[in-house]
């Protein structure tokens, strides 16, 4: 079994994205990312942190805005708009989930197109439903992607199930795999909660990508002998022997499939920070179009 080392792949990648980052630099141009946080949940909180770590390891200007839980949708709306027409911000970012009074497609529907880099406003998602490339593609169906393209993985032909039809994962995740070329021309089926007989799909697939949102949903009656498994999920399950009282485990119950995999991508270290080192990625090439 080989193990799809996100972090490794995320980490070259970083190398490319810092001497794109020094070129504009020595232009006198630096890519600024926004990231908004509404509320205090703990697992968006350390999303955001990493995000800010991260920018600030390669360059980026981050402006991190965390606001009570109590803001209005009128605030969080009046805030992005301010963001779309700051010239230092290249890319803004709403943390998801926001709390239940703020409607996310409302708040999707204000970020400019030209600085979504989630990926997120439907301008975005019809361009990548449409093979436009001058878009933006959300983060973690683009870090997958790169990932199964860095381990020369082939999708062409492959059939492929996505469990999970989210607007963050599963639907742009199918959109890019049916796309010609390398990295696509996949055969696609979307897996989620309704799905009758769950396991006697996914186990006909060459590769399955899960992205369901539940600690150990998949396990090895789910994977067929020899297929490529990314896990999507990043749940906090409580450990009393962890100082944090918690640990994170993937939607794919690891060791229970491991030896029946060809390939997996770890929880940590597997997707996570693929999203993070796509989120830069698109920052930077929202910031060279801007820049223009
Ligand atoms: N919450 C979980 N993943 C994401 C993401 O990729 N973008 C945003 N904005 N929120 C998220």
């Known amino acids: 079994m080989i193990l799809l080392d996100g972090k490794e ?13 020094a070129r504009l630099q020595e232009c006198g141009v630096t890519p600024g990312l926004a990231v908004v946080l509404v509320g205090e949940n703990p697992a968006s909180q350390a999303y955001v942190s990493n995000k800010d770590r991260t ?4 360059g980026i200007y981050s402006r991190k805005l965390e606001l009570p839980v109590t ?52 301008t975005n998602l019809a361009k990548l439903a449409m093979d436009d490339p001058s878009g933006f593609v959300p983060c973690t169906p683009l870090g997958c992607q790169y990932l199964l393209k860095a381990y020369h993985i082939p999708t062409r032909g492959a059939h492929v199930v996505v469990v999970g039809r989210s607007l963050i994962v599963g639907k742009p995740m199918a959109l890019l795999l049916l796309q010609k070329g390398l990295g696509g ?29 539940r600690p150990h949903a998949l396990g090895r009656e789910h994977i067929g002998e020899g297929a490529v498994v990314i896990d999507v999920g990043i749940n906090r399950i409580a450990d009393t022997s962890s100082a944090r009282g918690y640990r994170l485990v993937g939607d794919v119950d690891f060791e229970n499939v ?35």
Request: glycine residues 4%.
């Open 71 to 122: 803001t209005t949708e009128r605030e969080l709306l009046a805030i992005v708009e301010q963001l779309n027409l700051d010239p230092q911000i290249h890319g803004i970012l709403v943390q998801s989930p926001l709390p239940a009074h703020i409607h996310e497609r409302t708040i999707n529907l204000a970020i400019d197109p030209s600085k979504d880099v989630d990926g997120f406003h439907p």
């Open 258 to 292: 491991k030896e029946k995999c060809s390939a997996i991508t770890p929880v940590p270290g597997g997707v996570g920070p693929m999203t993070i080192v796509m989120l830069m990625q698109n920052t930077l090439t929202a910031c060279e179009r801007l820049a223009r």
């Open 55 to 58: 920018c600030q390891r390669l």
């Open 185 to 213: 021309d996949a055969t696609v089926t979307i897996a989620h909660s309704q799905t009758r007989d769950l396991a006697a799909i996914t186990r006909s697939a060459h590769i399955v990508i899960a992205a369901l949102g």
């Open 9 to 21: 792949t995320a980490a070259s990648l970083e190398v490319a994205i810092k001497q794109r980052i």
